[in-house]
């Protein structure tokens, strides 16, 4: 099993930046987090859930929604065990829940997924 808890989420003015964190736990994280991938997804209000961002556990290789990509930045702690999400740039169209997500390497659906954090940015 894993366990995710995301924070970070707030209120900020377009233009502005947040970093989100998720802090990951879990035996089975524990003994494989090497075999997992982390991600970043968001979903607004009456919209569905969108892929932002996600990162190999392991080598932190990322990869990025093409919305995101150039103000966007996901990083990993591995001796936290905590993944992070630098927003700069902020838009409107930004405002949403963001989820923090795992999956195993090789799978194409993610398992565990965070409560969320609401993202608010006003115009």
Same mark, same amino acid.
């Given at each position: 099993?894993?366990?995710?808890?995301? $924070?970070?989420?707030?209120?900020?003015?377009?233009?502005?930046?947040?970093?989100?964190?998720?802090?990951? $736990?879990?035996?089975?994280?524990?003994?494989?987090?090497?075999?997992?991938?982390?991600?970043?997804?968001?979903?607004?209000?009456?919209?569905?859930?969108?892929?932002? $961002?996600?990162?190999?556990?392991?080598?932190?290789?990322?990869?990025?929604? =093409?919305?995101?990509?150039?103000?966007?930045?996901?990083?990993?702690?591995?001796?936290?065990?905590?993944?992070?999400?630098?927003?700069?740039?902020?838009?409107?169209?930004?405002?949403?829940?963001?989820?923090?997500?795992?999956?195993?390497?090789?799978?194409?659906?993610? =398992?565990?997924?965070?409560?969320?954090?609401?993202?608010?940015? $006003?115009?």
């Amino acid at each position: 099993q894993v366990q995710l808890a995301e $924070s970070g989420g707030g209120l900020v003015q377009a233009g502005g930046s947040l970093r989100l964190s998720c802090a990951a $736990s879990g035996r089975t994280f524990y003994n494989y987090d090497i075999n997992y991938v982390l991600g970043w997804f968001r979903q607004a209000p009456g919209k569905d859930r969108e892929f932002i $961002s996600a990162i190999t556990w392991s080598e932190g290789r990322a990869a990025y929604a =093409d919305s995101v990509k150039g103000r966007f930045t996901i990083s990993r702690d591995n001796t936290k065990r905590t993944l992070y999400l630098q927003m700069n740039g902020l838009k409107p169209e930004d405002t949403a829940v963001y989820y923090c997500a795992a999956k195993r390497r090789g799978e194409s659906t993610y =398992d565990y997924w965070g409560q969320g954090t609401q993202v608010t940015v $006003s115009a």
